[in-house]
């Protein structure tokens, strides 16, 4: 059990779009999920904590009207990078915590985002 | 603040024997504590948890905790060239959905 999935796996796209990524809890139901950044060789960063049905809780520095998430149910989360641009270009990594089981966390499988 | 500290590495160790990382942490209240394989390329997989001092043994794995000096550490046994990763350590210290305060990770290299 704890199985996460994210999708797309790999996207590219133009600067100026907006890109939406999903993030689900397969076989859990999810209370929190997370949104992590990854740049190549560096560590992860947390960008956002996302409670089921409650406005998302976005780390210093990660511009909220940029990255809009939405955990619309206990086994989904969406994250969309709105007009994104070349340095946004990252792996962009979610994970989820069981129900009553809020510390582990189980993490998908990522997202690449290359932006033109 | 809350922090999680790893020596970065990379850490080799030849094939076959025992690869110790290890791993200290700020917060003395601080309840659980999770290691993550990370793959180049890939995203984090947990290996391990740990909740109470002493060893924990998961097959070639042995996580172990000492809270009053405020480590953690992961022994792999039998060092194969495929447990060559990226090691984090987490750390849960409570606070609801606060999540976890990770490391920066050991590159631990395994030599055939």
């Known amino acids: 059990g704890a199985v996460v999935s994210q999708h797309p796996s790999r996207v590219i796209c133009k600067s100026g779009t907006s890109v939406k990524i999903e993030c689900r809890s397969l076989?859990?139901?999810?209370?929190?999920m997370f949104w992590y950044r990854q740049f190549p060789k560096k560590s992860l960063m947390l960008m956002a904590t996302s409670n089921e049905g409650s406005k998302a809780t976005y780390e210093q520095g990660v511009e909220k009207d940029k990255f809009l998430i939405n955990h619309a149910s206990l086994t989904l989360s969406t994250l969309t990078v709105t007009s994104a641009h070349p340095e946004d270009s990252s792996f962009y990594i979610c994970s989820a915590s069981r129900q009553g089981l809020s510390e582990t966390q189980y993490f998908g499988p990522g997202t690449r985002l290359l932006v033109l | 603040q809350k922090e999680v500290e790893q020596n970065s590495g990379p850490l080799s160790v030849p094939e076959g024997a025992i690869a110790s990382l290890n791993c200290t942490y700020s917060d003395r209240g601080s309840q659980s504590f999770f290691w993550y394989r990370q793959y180049s390329g890939k995203s984090p997989e947990l290996i391990m948890s740990i909740y109470s001092n002493g060893d924990k043994e998961d097959g070639r794995f042995t996580a172990q905790l000492n809270k009053a000096s405020q480590y953690v550490s992961l022994l792999i046994r039998d060092s194969q060239p495929s447990d060559s990763a990226t090691y984090l350590c987490a750390v849960y210290s409570g606070g609801g959905a606060d999540g976890l305060t990770f490391g920066k990770g050991t590159h631990l290299i395994i030599q055939p």
């Open positions: 076989d859990f139901q999810a209370t929190t």
